[in-house]
């Protein structure tokens, strides 16, 4: 059983920054690939970037290589997610989840966090 709560959204400009965290509570954090999704209003919630247990292996998104940032603290039981150069279409609520891969797919990731809201004004 592992519970997950993200923080760090909020309002921010076209072209800013915004760093979101992932605090995880369990005993098999460290077994688990970690995800970040994204939902926009009236979308399917869409995968960004996955990072396996050792942070050896990242998948990203082609929307936001280059742009966003994976990296997990195991002892802190925290997977972190920063966002560069941010876009209007970066606008979404984002969930951070835990799963057996880093495979791009909603049916890979079996615990989910609440989401937290990041908007990008244009």
């Known amino acids: 059983q592992v519970q997950l709560v993200e923080s760090g959204g909020g309002l921010v400009q076209v072209g800013g920054s915004l760093s979101l965290s992932c605090a995880a509570s369990?005993?098999?954090?460290?077994?688990?690939?970690m995800g970040w999704f994204r939902q926009a209003p009236g979308k399917e919630r869409e995968f960004v970037v996955a990072?396996?247990?050792?942070?050896?292996?990242?998948t990203y998104s082609d929307s936001v290589k280059g742009r966003f940032a994976i990296s997990r603290d195991n002892a802190k039981n925290t997977v972190y997610l920063q966002m560069n150069s941010l876009k209007p279409e970066d606008t979404a609520i984002y969930y951070c989840?835990?799963?057996?891969?880093?495979?791009?797919?909603?049916?890979?990731?079996?615990?989910w966090g609440q989401g937290i809201q990041v908007t990008v004004s244009a």
């Open positions: 369990g005993r098999t954090f460290n077994s688990y690939a």
């Open positions: 989840a835990a799963g057996l891969s880093t495979v791009p797919t909603l049916e890979n990731y079996t615990y």
């Open positions: 990072i396996n247990w050792s942070g050896s292996r990242i």
